[in-house]
C-alpha cells in the first residue's frame, strides 16, 4: 500500500469543509480532480471513505479515523513550517553570547538589550569570562558570537573578525584639572596617582611602553585586573586612570568624565565564531548590532587609518 500525499491533502480538505467543490477551491483545483483523488485513494485503501445524502458528503467510521491521523501529520508540518518562519525571520531561537568583562559589562551589554528589545521571542544568554575562556568556548561549538582580546597562538575551528581599533582614554573626576583639556597629554600624568590594569594586560602594557618612552612615570596607586574597578576607585578618589573607551562611556560611576589622550593607545577587540558551521542568523543579526553601536558611539574615537 502506498499512500499519495496529494490524495491525503485533498482528503483532508474534504473532511475539513464538507464539501468536494469548497474543498477543490481551497486547493485550487477542479472539483473532478477532488473526486478523482478521492476515488483513488479508497482504492489504494479499498475503503469507501464517504457516502452521499443529497448534496451533502457524509464521512464513514473509517474516514473519521483516518482523518485524525492525517490531520495529526498535517499540523506537525505546518508546526515545522512555523518554526521555519520564525527562524527566518529572527523571531525565535537561542543566541548564546561570551564576552571579555570589559565589553560584557559595557557595550555587549546595551547590545544584548537592543538585540533582546528587537528579538523578545529569542532566548540570549552572555556569559562574560576572560578570552581564552571565550575561544575554547568557541572552538567547542558552545557559543554562537564572542568578544576576546586575541591573545597570541593558533586557534584551529575558530573564525575571527577584528574590529577597528579604538584609541584608551584617560578617566578623572569631572573637577579634576585634567577635565578642562580637550586632549590629555602623556606628560599630565606624570607624579599623578594612577589607578593601574593589571601589569599582564595587553592594553596596560601598551598604556606603560608608551609612557615610559616619553619618560613619564606616574605613582601606581592600586592595580585592578578589570577596568570597571579601576574607574569605580577613580569615582572614590584614589586617582586617575587610562583605560578602554567602551568601560569610560558606559561607566555609571558618579563624577567621572575622560578625555581622549594624545597619543594613540591601540584597544583591540576581536569577534570570534565557531569556524566549522554556518553562522546563524542570529548571530549576524547580533553582530549588525553590535557593528551600529560601535561606529554610531565610537567612530570618532577611532584612528583614521584604520578605516
Same mark, same amino acid.
Request: neutral net charge; contains cysteine.
Given at each position: 500500500?502506498?499512500?499519495?500525499?496529494?490524495?491525503?491533502?485533498?482528503?483532508?480538505?474534504?473532511?475539513?469543509?464538507?464539501?468536494? $467543490?469548497?474543498?477543490?477551491?481551497?486547493?485550487?483545483?477542479?472539483?473532478?480532480?477532488?473526486?478523482?483523488?478521492?476515488?483513488?485513494? #479508497?482504492?489504494?485503501?479499498?475503503?469507501?471513505?464517504?457516502? *452521499?445524502?443529497? =448534496?451533502?458528503?457524509?464521512?464513514?467510521?473509517?474516514?473519521?479515523?483516518?482523518?485524525? #491521523?492525517?490531520?495529526?501529520?498535517?499540523?506537525?508540518?505546518?508546526?515545522?513550517?512555523?518554526?521555519?518562519?520564525?527562524?527566518?525571520?529572527?523571531? /525565535?531561537?537561542?543566541?548564546?553570547?561570551? +564576552?571579555?568583562? $570589559?565589553? @560584557?559589562? &559595557?557595550?555587549?551589554?546595551?547590545?544584548? %538589550?537592543?538585540?533582546?528589545?528587537?528579538?523578545?521571542?529569542?532566548?540570549?544568554?552572555?556569559?562574560?569570562?576572560? &578570552?581564552?575562556?571565550?575561544?575554547?568556548? /568557541?572552538?567547542? =561549538?558552545?557559543?554562537?558570537?564572542?568578544?576576546?582580546?586575541?591573545?597570541?597562538?593558533?586557534?584551529? @575551528?575558530?573564525?575571527?573578525?577584528?574590529?577597528?581599533?579604538?584609541?584608551?582614554? %584617560?578617566?578623572?573626576?569631572?573637577?579634576?584639572?585634567?577635565?578642562?583639556?580637550?586632549?590629555? /597629554?602623556?606628560?599630565?600624568?606624570? @607624579? *599623578?596617582?594612577?589607578?593601574?590594569?593589571?601589569? =599582564? =594586560?595587553?592594553?596596560?602594557? *601598551?598604556?606603560?611602553?608608551?609612557?615610559?618612552?616619553?619618560?613619564?612615570?606616574?605613582?601606581?596607586?592600586?592595580? $585592578?585586573?578589570?577596568?570597571?574597578?579601576? %574607574?569605580?576607585?577613580?569615582?572614590? @578618589?584614589?586617582?586617575?586612570?587610562? %583605560?578602554?573607551?567602551?568601560?569610560?562611556?558606559?561607566?555609571?560611576?558618579?563624577?567621572?568624565?575622560?578625555?581622549?589622550?594624545? !597619543?594613540?593607545?591601540?584597544? #583591540?577587540?576581536?569577534?570570534?565564531?565557531?569556524?566549522? !558551521?554556518?553562522?546563524?542568523?542570529?548571530? +549576524?543579526?547580533?553582530?549588525?548590532?553590535?557593528?551600529?553601536?560601535?561606529?554610531?558611539?565610537?567612530?570618532?574615537?577611532?584612528?583614521?587609518?584604520?578605516?
Amino acid at each position: 500500500m502506498k499512500l499519495n500525499p496529494r490524495q491525503l491533502e485533498a482528503f483532508r480538505a474534504v473532511m475539513l469543509t464538507g464539501s468536494m $467543490t469548497i474543498a477543490a477551491e481551497a486547493l485550487q483545483v477542479s472539483q473532478p480532480a477532488i473526486s478523482r483523488l478521492i476515488r483513488d485513494l #479508497e482504492m489504494v485503501l479499498s475503503l469507501r471513505l464517504f457516502r *452521499r445524502e443529497g =448534496n451533502r458528503l457524509i464521512p464513514g467510521a473509517e474516514a473519521q479515523v483516518l482523518y485524525a #491521523e492525517v490531520d495529526k501529520f498535517y499540523q506537525g508540518i505546518e508546526r515545522i513550517e512555523r518554526v521555519a518562519e520564525d527562524l527566518v525571520t529572527l523571531r /525565535t531561537g537561542t543566541l548564546r553570547i561570551s +564576552s571579555m568583562s $570589559t565589553l @560584557g559589562l &559595557s557595550v555587549v551589554a546595551e547590545g544584548v %538589550c537592543r538585540f533582546a528589545r528587537k528579538h523578545p521571542e529569542v532566548r540570549t544568554s552572555l556569559d562574560v569570562r576572560n &578570552s581564552v575562556g571565550i575561544l575554547e568556548l /568557541t572552538s567547542a =561549538n558552545q557559543i554562537d558570537i564572542g568578544f576576546v582580546q586575541i591573545p597570541s597562538g593558533e586557534y584551529p @575551528g575558530i573564525q575571527v573578525i577584528n574590529l577597528p581599533p579604538i584609541s584608551a582614554v %584617560c578617566v578623572m573626576p569631572a573637577n579634576d584639572m585634567l577635565a578642562t583639556k580637550d586632549v590629555v /597629554t602623556l606628560e599630565d600624568l606624570h @607624579g *599623578r596617582r594612577l589607578i593601574t590594569l593589571n601589569a =599582564n =594586560n595587553p592594553l596596560q602594557r *601598551r598604556i606603560t611602553s608608551a609612557m615610559e618612552a616619553r619618560g613619564v612615570a606616574g605613582v601606581s596607586s592600586v592595580e $585592578t585586573t578589570a577596568a570597571h574597578s579601576a %574607574c569605580g576607585m577613580v569615582s572614590g @578618589g584614589l586617582g586617575i586612570t587610562v %583605560c578602554d573607551p567602551f568601560t569610560a562611556s558606559y561607566s555609571k560611576y558618579p563624577g567621572l568624565t575622560f578625555r581622549p589622550l594624545d !597619543q594613540d593607545i591601540p584597544f #583591540e577587540v576581536s569577534m570570534v565564531f565557531p569556524g566549522h !558551521q554556518q553562522r546563524s542568523k542570529l548571530a +549576524s543579526d547580533f553582530m549588525q548590532v553590535m557593528e551600529g553601536i560601535f561606529r554610531s558611539e565610537f567612530i570618532s574615537m577611532i584612528p583614521r587609518e584604520a578605516y
